[in-house]
Structures are given as C-alpha cells and as structure tokens.
C-alpha cells in the first residue's frame, strides 16, 4: 500500500484523495491518501505531523495553506522551483530524506499550455500575491511572460513578490489599486489568484469593463469552476484557463513525484475524473 497524505487546515472538502487514488487505480497501484490536519497553524505543529506520517511509513504529502513555506524549513532537498517560489506543496519522503517540490507552479505551465497552445504568455497583470500568487508568479515566466504587473490589497505582499521576481532575473512591477484600470489596458493576460469568486466570496477581483482586450485569463479558484471572471473573460473572448486546470495538473505531477511512474494519457483520467464526481462546466 503506498501511503499518502494532505497536511493543511480547513482541508475536509479536498477533492486531492479523490484524484489520487483514481491514479493509482488507473496505474493498478494500491493507493491509501488522507487528510492530515495538524494542531494549530505554527510551524511546531507542522513537524509533529509530518514527523508522525513519516514514521508511519507514507511515501509523500502534499502541503497546503498555511504550511506551504514552512514546508521547505523540514526539508533536506529542495528542487529548482522551490528555491524560486519560496514555497512547497509536495513532499517526497524517500530513503530518510525530505525532498521539497511545488507542483502549484509545474501544474499552472501544464494547464496553460494544454488551454492555449504556444500563445506567449505577454505582459499580465496578477491579483493577489499570497501563496499560490508566488507559484504562478514564476511560472508565467515559463509561459512566455515578458513583465507581470502585481496588485495585492497588501501592497508589502505585492512588493516583496517583485522584488523576488525582479531578483530571479524577470520583470515585474506593483500596481497601486488606482492604476489598476490602466494596467488592465495594456496588458495580455489576466490571472486572479485571490480568494474573490469562490463560493465563499462571490464577486470579481477585477471590474468587468476592465476585461475587454487581452488574450487569455487565469482564476486560482476552481470552486466553482465557472467564476464570475472566467465566465466574463470567456464572453468578451479571452482564453480561459480554470483553477481545476491548476488543480488537476498540480495533482498528477505530484503523483509522478510520489510513484515515480509518468502519466503519459492525461484526457481519459480528466474524462472519468469529471464523470466520477460530476465537474461540470461550461468552459472546458
């Protein structure tokens, strides 16, 4: 039995277990994944679970909020991604060591290019610069980006994330909220990686007048999958790539860590995943 596990808060309503041991069915692996919810939020709490899972024979983890960057402090190796983001959702607990990946940033370059193809990436203007904010901030660099424009409603969020980029070699720059309608204008993508559009939050991060254009749009949010945004961006004729692209992607690349075995036919797995546990959208 190959033994996995999520660690992070308020995770009960996590589709992770229910995309990985399809995986494992599909690649005839005997899977076990459970939610694993430490303590408290504190760093203490994080190593004493993790150290509890580790003893307990599982081979990784996934890592989610609000221990994704007290996730590289356990580790001994940290791959090329991590050490960029300055965060990790994936463990790899293997031969006594703790192996850091973040696959919220491979995922995103494999749900971008599966929607859009080679369309460059081009200027984009990014709301929200938290957790996964720093992975898709990064990765669009991957896509094409040429300058990603940052705006967050904590504007030392929104600095420190351009000064991290900027720092790796990119471009990138802070918009203040008033210059948000400007940079809207001038730019090709638009990428939401806020809580606004969620089931919890309905709303827009971005009026839509100021979705009128640009290319393509990203929303983080995949709950629903058909956000106020996308379905906007979507209208006005924009490219759309959905935060459950991010969600799917993210898992399988995990998976690939944890078993070692690739993927290689993704669309049957999407295909029974959506018919499984009815994803429906109108979008994708």
């Known amino acids: ?71 590289i402090d356990s580790a001994d190796e940290v791959n090329d991604a991590v050490k960029k983001v300055g965060a990790s959702n994936t463990l790899l607990l293997k031969d006594g060591k703790v192996c850091a990946f973040n696959t919220d940033y491979t995922g995103f370059i494999r749900g971008y290019k599966g929607r859009v193809g080679d369309l460059p990436a081009g200027k984009v203007l990014m709301i929200g610069a938290g957790g996964v904010g720093r992975a898709i901030g990064f990765a669009l660099f991957e896509v094409g980006a040429t300058e990603v424009l940052i705006t967050d409603l904590s504007e030392r969020s929104a600095q420190s994330l351009v000064d991290a980029i900027n720092d790796a070699g990119y471009k990138a720059r802070v918009v203040a909220k008033e210059d948000i309608a400007a940079a809207a204008a001038e730019v090709d993508g638009l990428v939401n990686c806020t809580p606004v559009g969620h089931l919890k939050s309905p709303g827009m991060p971005l009026a839509a007048e100021l979705i009128q254009g640009q290319k393509w749009a990203f929303d983080a949010v995949y709950t629903p999958m058909d956000t106020e945004f996308l379905l906007e961006a979507n209208k006005k004729g924009l490219q759309v790539v959905s935060g459950f692209d991010l969600f799917f992607y993210q898992g399988i690349d995990a998976f690939e860590i944890f078993t070692g075995q690739q993927v290689t036919d993704v669309k049957p797995v999407w295909d029974q995943f959506r018919e499984k546990y009815d994803v429906v959208s109108s979008l994708i």
């Open 1 to 71: 039995m190959l033994h996995l596990g999520l660690i992070g808060q308020a995770i009960a309503a996590s589709r992770s277990p229910s995309l990985h041991m399809m995986l494992g069915e599909l690649k005839q692996l005997p899977v076990d994944y459970q939610l694993q919810v430490p303590e408290d939020d504190s760093a203490e709490a994080f190593n004493a679970k993790l150290a509890e899972i580790r003893a307990l024979g599982f081979v990784g983890t996934n890592v989610t909020f609000p221990y994704k960057q007290i996730a």
